[in-house]
């Protein structure tokens, strides 16, 4: 049995992805943030949600040991923050700049792999966080990485439909080409190792756009060679198959799916176990905890679900988690929606009152004799609150970019129309363009796009045939109109 336990409700976008560490869970979303939790009554951490990355957030892991969260996002970064502060210890840019899709630790925390949209894959040395190789396939974007149990091989997939084994020198050790039609979409190694004779065998679970979920035999023979081979297809789902994760022991599969069920599997047997509905959009994520009988599955409708597996899992040392069937997290912050105007036509009063209701009744003046409104305040930097307004406590600096970030995040959710944001900036359009993939952008963010990611869409990932952009003037009337009425 499977009881739902808990539903979070605080990202402002699409969930991208979950991660558990001992204590630790964390999300990570289209809202440009991630969420840390504790496992044990699943409350906020202080310093959460994690702001730092320009654009969306795709993926996020923790280090075995638990002290960092590695995160990354269309910006064209990975980031390495600490689950003690909340703050940044590193920034690795990829090379060539393009948006990184994908990230992964090794179980020894020695090596950090990011695939990026333009195909390649960047090894970095952890500890040092230093570039140590990259290696590439042409003509596809990385959306899946997985190191091995043994952290020496990890599997690369791409929406080319490929898996590639890699070694830690960037060679490629294989290559499953076709392990799913129209592209892969997750891959995740089995923790068990499993040898005999001369033959040491991995278990990899795959899943992609042809809606299945698929489990395959890696086998290294002591001649050093490899040897793919597909054991299971589990057809448990009717649509693409977006994500999937194995339990701590080897012994379980979960699965999230476009048809928005998450299904549970017997991974030693391929027996479909359970099928949970829940979900009101496609799943997106999904982990399981290494230390609790608890499964997290994220989605597109925003939430994150907590489940708890009833038969065989109660011994974990006595933790419980509260009774409810399902309770709902969320901080209900209420300061964007205190006024009905747009956030960037707010009056310097409008911001004093943002102050007060923010516990930040001590900045008023300051504020004031800055003449910051509404435009000036969403767009505060570090450096300005620093250099402009003479905020010498990083603390504080950091609280009032968060508070910022949340006064984006909740525009996002206030009932604005999707069609009305920016795809990129997922803020409200003010110059509408038309880009040659047929959407439109907020024309600077779209500039800053094309200058910066090598002409790839940032709807389809595919090469923009040209960069001519076409004001998009229907849509900026429906816009004004809509203001007006709001």
């Not at 020695?110 to 695939?115: F, K, Q």
């Not at 928005?260 to 599997?265: E, F, L, M, R």
């Not at 176990?273 to 599955?297: D, G, K, M």
């Not at 004093?352 to 516990?359: G, H, K």
Request: glycine share 8%; with cysteine.
């Amino acid at each position: 049995m499977t009881s739902l336990i808990c539903t979070l409700q605080d990202h402002r976008d699409d969930v991208n992805w979950c991660a558990f560490s001992g204590k630790l869970f964390a999300t990570c979303s289209g809202d440009k943030t991630l969420r840390i939790y504790n496992t044990c009554d699943f409350s906020e951490l202080p310093f959460s949600p994690l702001s730092g990355h320009g654009y969306g957030v795709h993926c996020c892991c923790f280090s075995t040991c638990g002290q960092f969260l590695v995160s990354c996002s269309t910006d064209a970064t990975t980031m390495v923050w600490s689950t003690v502060t909340g703050e940044i210890e590193a920034v690795l840019e990829h090379p060539g700049r393009s948006p990184v899709r994908i990230c992964a630790l090794s179980p020894d925390s020695a090596h950090l792999v990011s695939g990026a949209s333009d195909g390649t894959l960047a090894l970095w040395d952890f500890p040092s966080k230093q570039l140590h190789r990259t290696g590439a396939v042409s003509d596809t974007t990385m959306v899946a990485c997985s190191f091995s149990p043994c952290s020496q091989v990890f599997m690369s997939g791409s929406s080319y439909g490929d898996l590639r084994l890699w070694d830690l020198d960037m060679n490629q050790l294989l290559a499953e080409k076709n392990a799913h039609d129209l592209g892969v979409t997750c891959c995740i190694f089995a923790p068990n190792i499993l040898s005999g004779g001369q033959v040491v065998q991995f278990r990899l679970a795959s899943c992609g756009q042809d809606s299945h979920l698929k489990i395959w035999a890696i086998n290294k023979f002591s001649s050093g060679g490899y040897k793919m081979q597909l054991l299971h297809t589990l057809t448990g789902q009717s649509a693409p198959v977006l994500c999937c994760a194995y339990s701590s022991d080897g012994q379980l599969l979960v699965s999230g799916s476009v048809d928005k069920t998450v299904t549970v599997y017997d991974a030693n047997n391929a027996v479909l176990l359970y099928t949970l509905n829940q979900h009101e959009r496609y799943v997106t994520a999904c982990s399981f905890s290494p230390t609790l009988p608890l499964i997290a599955t994220g989605s597109m409708d925003k939430t994150v679900n907590i489940w708890r597996l009833e038969d065989g899992c109660n011994d974990h040392g006595g933790k419980s988690l509260p009774e409810q069937s399902a309770l709902t997290s969320s901080e209900g912050r209420t300061s964007a929606g205190r006024s009905k105007l747009l956030v960037s036509d707010w009056s310097e009063g409008d911001v004093s009152a943002w102050l007060v209701d923010e516990s930040l009744e001590g900045l008023v003046d300051k504020f004031r004799a800055n003449n910051i409104d509404g435009t000036e305040l969403l767009s505060l930097t570090k450096e300005t609150l620093a250099s402009e307004l003479h905020i010498e406590s990083v603390g504080l600096r950091s609280k009032i970019l968060r508070k910022v970030e949340e006064l984006k995040s909740d525009s996002v959710c206030s009932g604005i129309p999707d069609e009305f944001l920016c795809p990129i900036t997922r803020e409200l359009m003010r110059e509408p363009v038309i880009a040659a993939d047929g959407y439109s952008y907020e024309r600077e963010a779209i500039d800053s796009w094309i200058n910066n990611k090598n002409r790839s869409s940032p709807m389809t990932n595919l090469p923009l045939l040209t960069t001519l952009l076409t004001p998009n003037h229907t849509l900026k009337m429906a816009i004004g109109r809509w203001k007006t009425s709001h």
